[in-house]
């Protein structure tokens, strides 16, 4: 039985992935489960996560194209089997993974007669392909093939209009969404008062993420819809505390001064997320490969152990101390 297989505690909602499959490089499945929740909780979760997971979470795309000498996307190259159309279509159904944000270059350049894929993509080093083997087009004579590619990492999708193409540029309808599909559903069990449900979540992945890294997004994304209404005081519309000269930090208060004990603080500094200390795109990439999401997980380092994270330079090192420093009034252990 369901029961039988989640090991629950009465006291503390556990989690658990309860099934993983990779079916190919761009279709992962995992199945979650958590527990035990007081009957109507489940659905509550459930509805919020699945809109989060298919709404909120990033993903990487290619957004446009440039060829040269190309009035519009149905035109045909001599040489070249697919048409522009064909072409952008398949580039549009290449999955990516990156860590950064903003704007990215990258560029197809390839002479024939060969077939092209993803693998012939030359990408910045912070954005990654993750099936090299998916078609782009077929040069069938000796021709050279350049393509200029912008990628970009958001959320959501973006529809272009169809007559938005100027000088050999092609905007492509992007969709910035890793999580394919999602689904939940609730098994309750207990009878009278003692009703317990265990939520489960299935979700479908790309493979831009996995779907662990999914429901983590997911889950951090949610949390920072809420922290506004920890604030300890009401906003005015101008995002300033009703008491006249009072500016609220960009986290609630009590996450930041706790005086009921280290364990309190610790749970505390855990739903403060990195990307809420307003860090420099580079840092902040650097702690995130370093697996350092967390307040909590930064202060398990030392000044020594974070100068010894890769990619992340001593003067970015100081302005992370800084940071602790002015807003928490905290200086990490040395070794």
């Not at 995992?30 to 109507?40: D, E, I, Q, T, Y």
């Not at 279509?89 to 007669?113: C, F, H, Q, T, W």
Request: proline fraction near 4%.
């Amino acid at each position: 039985m369901i029961r039988d297989e989640i090991s629950v505690s009465i006291q503390t909602l556990r989690w658990k992935c309860i099934e993983s499959r990779a079916y190919s490089k761009r279709l992962h499945y995992g199945r979650f489960a958590l527990s035990p929740l007081r009957k109507g909780r489940a659905d509550t979760i459930g509805i919020a996560m699945r809109r989060a997971l298919l709404g909120e979470v990033e993903g990487t795309c290619i957004t446009r194209v440039k060829l040269e000498n190309i009035k519009h996307e149905y035109s045909a190259i001599i040489g070249i089997e697919e048409s522009i159309h064909d072409i952008l279509m398949n580039l549009k159904e290449i999955v990516l993974r990156s860590d950064s944000y903003g704007i990215r270059e990258a560029s197809i350049y390839i002479v024939g007669p060969r077939n092209v894929t993803a693998q012939d993509i030359i990408l910045p080093p912070s954005v990654k392909i993750i099936d090299t083997t998916q078609h782009i087009a077929r040069l069938t004579k000796s021709i050279t093939s350049d393509i200029r590619l912008q990628i970009e990492k958001n959320r959501g999708y973006i529809i272009h209009s169809s007559n938005n193409y100027q000088d050999g540029i092609f905007p492509i309808d992007a969709v910035f969404m890793p999580v394919r599909d999602a689904n939940y559903s609730i098994h309750s069990y207990g009878s009278g008062n003692e009703i317990q449900e265990v939520l489960f979540l299935e979700i479908w992945a790309n493979g831009g993420l996995t779907p662990r890294e999914a429901l983590y997004e997911a889950s951090r994304n949610l949390i920072d819809l809420f922290i506004p209404f920890l604030h300890g005081e009401e906003q005015n519309i101008d995002g300033m505390n009703k008491k006249k000269g009072s500016n609220m930090l960009p986290f609630p208060l009590s996450h930041v001064l706790t005086d009921t004990g280290e364990t309190k603080e610790k749970i505390e500094f855990q739903h403060i997320f990195i990307d809420q200390l307003e860090l420099p795109p580079q840092t902040y990439n650097s702690l995130r490969r370093a697996n350092i999401h967390t307040l909590l997980d930064l202060l398990n380092y030392s000044r020594e152990d974070l100068m010894r994270i890769e990619h992340l330079r001593k003067e970015s090192v100081e302005q992370v101390l800084e940071v602790l420093r002015k807003l928490f009034a905290i200086d990490p252990p040395r070794n």
